[in-house]
T-cell receptor
Framework: DTEVTQTPKHLVMGMTNKKSLKCEQHMGHRAMYWYKQKAKKPPELMFVYSYEKLSINESVPSRFSPECPNSSLLNLHLHALQPEDSALYLC???????????????FGPGTRLLVL | AQTVTQSQPEMSVQEAETVTLSCTYDTSESDYYLFWYKQPPSRQMILVIRQEAYKQQNATENRFSVNFQKAAKSFSLKISDSQLGDAAMYFCAYRSGLEGGSNYKLTFGKGTLLTVNP
């Protein structure tokens, strides 16, 4: 089983709204990732959590706030976003991340975000 | 820094035919992993195939196979007996085999959009 789930599938929000994206995996993976993907472009890494601790922040603006409540769950809190933040947000997980032998990343179906 | 190049922005193939997507990469490392991911219109990234650099044997997964040329730093994907469901954006990706640090990152190519004609 290599399933990563994400909710919601679609999200429309205004620039003053606060919303959250959710990602879940039950594969026992200890690393989870957030990516941002614009149309016809490859995914861009935003954050990496390794063993529930934030390991990597790829200089992402503070209006994006990640959270890893437990080893299976990853959230991305959104606040005061800009229209240019509209994109597909992908979550991924892998058995290990920044320690140990690198392992394959498995992606969720993504949340399509539109900021008005 | 590693780079991944996919020189074919778009490709097309007739149903049941064979198509090869090209990927080259640049690295000074000897231990690394290469991946092909498929992203259909539904936008979910799906792992197609993975190759460990230390393995000389080319990876295969059913109708998908790779031609891994380590010296030439080339990693092409062959799709045999193409099906309509193979239509997607295909991304080639590189990851270091070294532990820790920034070696967690997947470096993606820009992608090749594959169209399958009935």
């Amino acid at each position: 089983d290599t399933e990563v789930t994400q909710t919601p599938k679609h999200l429309v929000m205004g620039m003053t709204n606060k919303k959250s994206l959710k990602c879940e995996q039950h594969m026992g993976h200890r690393a989870m990732y957030w990516y941002k993907q614009k149309a016809k472009k490859p995914p861009e890494l935003m954050f990496v959590y390794s063993y529930e601790k934030l390991s990597i922040n790829e200089s992402v603006p503070s209006r994006f706030s990640p959270e890893c409540p437990n080893s299976s769950l990853l959230n991305l809190h959104l606040h005061a976003l800009q229209p240019e933040d509209s994109a597909l947000y992908l979550c991924a997980s892998s058995r290990q991340a920044v320690t140990g032998t690198p392992t394959t990343q498995y992606f969720g179906p993504g949340t399509r975000l539109l900021v008005l | 820094a590693q780079t991944v190049t996919q020189s074919q922005p778009e490709m097309s193939v007739q149903e049941a035919e064979t198509v090869t997507l090209s990927c080259t990469y640049d690295t000074s490392e000897s231990d690394y992993y290469l991946f092909w991911y498929k992203q259909p219109p539904s936008r979910q990234m799906i792992l197609v195939i993975r190759q460990e650099a230390y393995k000389q044997q080319n990876a295969t997964e059913n109708r998908f196979s790779v031609n891994f040329q380590k010296a030439a730093k080339s990693f092409s994907l062959k799709i045999s007996d193409s099906q309509l469901g193979d239509a997607a954006m295909y991304f080639c990706a590189y990851r270091s085999g070294l532990e820790g640090g920034s070696n967690y990152k997947l470096t993606f190519g820009k992608g090749t959009l594959l169209t399958v004609n009935p």
